[in-house]
């Protein structure tokens, strides 16, 4: 005897139960633009286009992936500073949010970058020769190489670092900023052009 034909487009067994009708949303990388800001979780991964200078070029060839950490403390907790600076840390740690950041920078932006790190260390020894030169020649006179140096490593630690930071955090989500008008526009478009619309399940389990 044989057994009955099965409909076409029946129901799968091996699939998952549904509710029919409900909504399914994929953030595909995990950010969105709003504004001059780029909104995300914890996780937010940018697509292979130069956070600095918006080269798309040879993506794959002329990029680097840099993976980085960004934190975010309510700007109250600073006031801590002015009273007990261990207290300040404990609670600096205890509160802080992290975001895992992953971003791409073309091959001449990273070498600015590493150059930059490179100034940085040179200024570090170059305030630390001031204040050994002070102490060896007891003199106040070199104390001006040490500020020297100070202002050198602020500037090149402020250019190596970034571009993006955390400028705040609000419903669980992350807001950086210092995304160019032009990187903004352009992984805009990425997500527009990458993004799954939001679909609805059908009684089967089959997308509708």
């Known amino acids: 005897m044989e057994s ?12 998952s139960p549904s509710v029919a009708g409900e909504m399914v949303n994929v953030v595909p990388d995990g950010y969105q633009v709003e504004g001059n800001r780029i909104v995300g979780g914890e996780k937010i991964v940018l697509p292979e286009i130069c956070a600095k200078c918006c080269d798309k070029g040879h993506e794959t060839l002329n990029s680097k992936r840099r993976k980085k950490d960004l934190y975010w403390i309510h700007p109250a907790v600073y006031i801590l500073l002015f009273f007990q600076i261990i207290i300040f840390l404990i609670v600096y740690l205890i509160l802080r949010k992290k975001c ?8 001449s932006c990273s070498s600015r970058v590493r150059l930059n790190w490179l100034f940085f260390t040179i200024s570090l020894a170059i305030a630390m020769s001031g204040i ?7 003199t106040p006179w070199p104390i001006v190489i040490f500020f020297l140096g100070l202002f050198a490593m602020i500037y090149f630690a402020v250019c190596a670092n970034g571009p993006l930071l955390v400028a705040t955090y609000s419903n669980n989500k992350f807001y950086l900023r210092g995304g160019s008008p032009e990187y903004l526009a352009a992984i805009d478009v990425h997500v527009d052009a990458t993004s799954p619309v939001s679909a609805i399940l059908a009684e089967d389990g089959r997308m509708g």
């Open 4 to 15: 009955p034909q099965q409909p076409s487009g029946s129901i799968n067994p091996f699939a």
């Open 100 to 107: 895992q950041l992953e971003y791409s920078l073309c091959r």
């Open 132 to 138: 050994v030169i002070a102490i060896v020649m007891e």
